[in-house]
């Protein structure tokens, strides 16, 4: 929900109808009281200036940072649908709009999003609100700390997902609420079930220097809070590590961006964006 509202704070009132912003508001919408709730903040002048303030008090600079993630994000997944990737399979969905707009955007590019249920539930409602077609658009719903990837393979079938179709694979903020042996099944049952290349972009959170996960400039309370929603981060990695740690999870690494690039900084630092290919 708050990268949600990070979204439309980020589209302004000048671009309301573009379909990131067009998305999150309709999740939020579907949410309940607490996404209708967090939806009247950040349509108010007053609201926005107190999840700024809240932002500031939790973790300085994390809405740029969601914008600065999904743009180098979006670059990769757009350069591999130009080089030839037929298939995109987002893992962990959320109410990103990546999906639909790479569908839009590339005409035979075919779109299967996973989520946890009560996520896709409130997808599926967005979606439908939002007018956006699903003919090349499929949803399932699995939980990857007890479901395995590959049921969920096996039942996209049923919606056109091609395993000898070149294929890009996201997890963007994802990878570091699941403990490394289910990030390593869900990269296992990728390279049982496909059998043409397989692209992979994901991120993961760094480490400091006593070993715990986490955002650089994240106040104390962020990691309290987490635990305290079921959501604490299980996992990070140092720069050193990340190739060997994804290694282990069967990812050659080819890529990592920089967050110190002067040009185009990263607004919170302590998340990696990488992009890699499947061991075979
Ligand atoms: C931080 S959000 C990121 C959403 C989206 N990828 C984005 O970047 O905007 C994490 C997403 O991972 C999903 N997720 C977390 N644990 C999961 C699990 N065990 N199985 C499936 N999805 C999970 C959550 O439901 C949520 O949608």
Redesign the pocket.
């Given at each position: 929900m708050l990268?949600a509202a990070a979204e439309i704070l980020a589209a302004g009132d000048q671009a309301r109808d573009a379909l990131r912003a067009r998305l999150a508001r309709a999740c939020l919408a579907a949410c309940g009281d607490a996404g209708r709730r967090l939806l009247r903040l950040a349509d108010s002048a007053a609201g926005r200036m107190l999840l700024r303030l809240s932002e500031f008090a939790v973790l300085p600079g994390i809405a740029a940072h969601y914008g600065w993630r999904k743009r180098h994000l979006w670059r990769w997944v757009h350069d591999d649908a130009v080089a030839g990737t037929r298939q995109l399979l987002v893992l962990?969905?959320?109410?990103?709009a990546l999906g639909p707009r790479m569908a839009a955007r590339h005409r035979s590019l075919r779109v299967f999003e996973v989520?946890?249920p009560g996520?896709i539930a409130i997808r599926t409602r967005a979606l439908q609100a939002c007018g956006i077609p699903r003919s090349r658009l499929a949803l399932r719903a699995?939980?990857?700390?007890q479901d395995r990837l590959r049921d969920t393979l096996r039942s996209l079938g049923a919606d056109g997902f091609d395993r000898n179709a070149p294929t890009t694979v996201v997890a963007?903020?994802?990878l570091m609420?699941?403990p490394l042996p289910a990030v390593a099944a869900l990269y296992d049952d990728l390279r049982a079930h496909c059998r043409a290349p397989a692209s992979v972009v994901a991120t993961a959170m760094e480490c400091d220097a006593r070993g715990a996960p986490g955002f650089r400039r994240q106040r104390p309370w962020l990691q309290r809070w987490l635990a305290r929603r079921g959501e604490p981060f299980a996992w990070g990695a140092a720069r050193a590590q990340l190739p060997a740690v994804m290694a282990a999870a069967g990812i050659a690494l080819r890529e990592t961006i920089d967050p110190e690039t002067p040009r185009d900084p990263d607004p919170c630092p302590g998340e990696w964006l990488f992009r890699g290919t499947l061991h075979r």
């Open positions: 990268i962990g969905a959320g109410f990103d989520d946890r996520t699995a939980d990857f700390a963007e903020g994802l609420y699941l």
